[in-house]
């Protein structure tokens, strides 16, 4: 079993719209990260939140912490063929243990 | 160096034989992470180091795999005995802080793939 279950697991989109992947769990996380992995490459991270309702954005990217710290939520406005990637959740959760999701693959079609 | 290198990027192993991986952290980084991933999957923890120390190998199989973060030098992932479920990418990040991730969030190597043949 995954602790940091994300959805969609595979999202295939045209340019210029918007997204939402997610990123959940039943345990409560300290902080929550967001990393982008392209094709080749090791992840990179993307932000992390650490207070429960956070909102990050960061360009046409915004983050977002639930307010009991169990979920957080990436929303993409506009996407474009350069925001093609795996991206991963990962969190640290308060039982002293860190989890990478089980990530999201996503495709932007010119 | 900006970032964590990771050599060689590709390595080809024959069943049987020995692969070792190696991981130099970012500058000012004196903690270590060991990540396996398949393809279209996300990372498998593997086990985290500290210079001359093994912190926490609860991801490590018990068998064929060892890994070691010496006071001078790269670390080291090393697989003996190589079989064909060992074909991966492997991933190496690092972090400033304890701890596994946290606040501080890890760099990550650009990974070595394995292939056994």
């Known amino acids: 079993t995954q602790l940091l279950e994300q959805s969609p697991q595979f999202l295939s989109i045209q340019e210029g719209e918007n997204l939402t992947v997610y990123c959940n769990s039943s345990?409560?996380?300290?902080?929550l990260q967001w990393y982008r992995q392209e094709p080749g490459e090791g992840p990179v991270l993307l932000v992390t939140v650490v207070t429960g309702g956070e909102v990050k954005k960061l360009k046409r990217l915004t983050f977002q912490f639930g307010d009991a710290r169990k979920d957080s939520s990436l929303h993409i406005t506009a996407a474009q063929p350069g925001d093609t990637g795996l991206y991963l959740c990962a969190g640290w959760e308060t039982g002293n243990q860190f989890y990478f999701g089980t990530g999201t693959s996503l495709t932007v079609i010119p | 160096n900006a970032g964590v290198m990771q050599n060689p990027r590709h390595l080809v192993r024959r069943r049987g034989q020995e692969a070792r991986l190696r991981c130099s952290p970012m500058k000012g980084h004196s903690h270590v992470y060991w990540y396996r991933q398949l393809p279209e999957e996300g990372l498998k923890f593997m086990v985290y180091l500290q210079k001359e120390n093994i912190i926490d190998e609860s991801g490590m199989p018990k068998e064929r795999f060892s890994a070691e973060f010496p006071k001078e030098g790269p670390s080291i992932l090393r697989i003996q005995q190589v079989v064909r479920g060992d074909s991966a990418a492997y991933f190496c990040?690092?972090?400033?802080?304890?701890?596994?991730?946290?606040?501080?969030?890890?760099?990550f190597g650009s990974g070595t793939r394995l292939t056994v043949v």
């Open positions: 345990s409560v996380f300290s902080s």
């Open positions: 990040a690092s972090s400033p802080g304890s701890g596994r991730g946290g606040l501080y969030g890890y760099t």
